[in-house]
């Protein structure tokens, strides 16, 4: 695999002298991650902030930024997920070790649609966010060189609560037309689930119902949950599913059950593609979950907790 020459000025490869906090950083599509030697748009040392400044940084053509880590003192990033519209985008862990064979080059492409990328469609610098001038909402690139100040809290820090706080936020639109590779089994999963939600969401708001979702901050965790849809109106929380067999039920139940635990809510309930046996009808009314399902392209039926059957 021939690669290009790409500027070397500043890479993260080259920084020894830092704490051992993990370093989050933003590339500007996978493929752009997966050159060697390539280094991002942006780092900071807080998810949070680089998420929060993903929309104002650099993409390549339509294509989806891509979220990668390291150890202060590794030499090594590590392909976290997607990120769209400053938010994370569920990737497989196949695709994840792809990106990070390739980028190791001890893998190449199988995409043989991409078109090579050149020295210049790469960053010669990277953005610092936790530099002072990146705090007071200036703009001016900085030389990786400069991450040797960066001053991070201790991470014996016991300060934070100790139930997070969920977040409502604008609902993803996961409909992408196109795989940056070629699908595996979770993401066809996810873009049934994708189609389905989209369409209960049309439903919902035809209605006036507002639709939202919420952001779960996880303590020990690189990056939050997302729940897959709040009815802010009604106050239900649902969560959506490709199938209806009894692992799949079982799976969405949980997520309820644990999402339920940050999320105010008045009412959970499972969306699913079809009608599922009156078997797991019944367990998830035992934990007071109401089963919804498509009945045809469009239209719903539901069952809910108090409802005879």
Not at 225 to 241: S, W
Request: hydrophobic share 40%; aromatic share 6%.
């Amino acid at each position: 695999m021939t690669r290009p020459a790409i500027a070397q000025t500043g890479t993260v490869e080259q920084i020894k002298d830092m704490d051992d906090a993990p370093l989050f950083g933003l590339w500007r599509s996978c493929q752009h991650f997966a050159e060697a030697g390539s280094i991002p748009d942006a780092v900071s040392q807080s998810e949070d902030v680089l998420l929060n400044a993903a929309p104002t940084l650099p993409r390549h053509d339509a294509k989806q930024q891509f979220l990668a880590t390291r150890a202060a003192r590794s030499q090594n990033w590590v392909a976290i997920a997607f990120v769209k519209d400053g938010a994370v985008r569920p990737t497989s862990s196949n695709q994840l070790r792809k990106y990070d064979s390739v980028r190791k080059d001890t893998s190449t492409w199988s995409n043989d649609g991409y078109t090579a990328l050149e020295a210049i469609d790469h960053p010669q610098f990277t953005r610092d966010l936790d530099a002072p001038a990146a705090q007071a909402s200036e703009t001016p690139q900085t030389l990786l060189e400069n991450l040797a100040h960066l001053k991070v809290d201790s991470p014996n820090n016991t300060s934070l609560p100790l139930m997070p706080k969920a977040e409502l936020v604008p609902l993803e639109q996961r409909l992408a037309d196109h795989f940056e590779v070629p699908p595996s089994v979770d993401d066809v999963y996810e873009r049934r689930e994708a189609a389905l939600q989209g369409r209960y969401c049309a439903l919902l708001e035809a209605e006036g119902h507002e639709v939202r979702r919420h952001k779960i901050p996880v303590h020990g965790s690189l990056h939050p949950m997302y729940t897959d849809l709040f009815d802010a109106t009604t106050g239900e929380l649902v969560e959506v599913k490709a199938l209806a067999d009894r692992s799949t039920v079982r799976l969405g139940l949980g997520q309820l059950l644990d999402y339920g635990r940050f999320v105010d809510h008045v009412g959970c309930a499972l969306l699913l593609p079809s009608r599922p046996g009156q078997d797991l009808i019944d367990l998830l009314h035992l934990y007071r979950v109401s089963a919804i399902w498509e009945e045809q392209e469009g239209v719903f039926v539901r069952c809910d907790v108090n409802e005879a059957d």
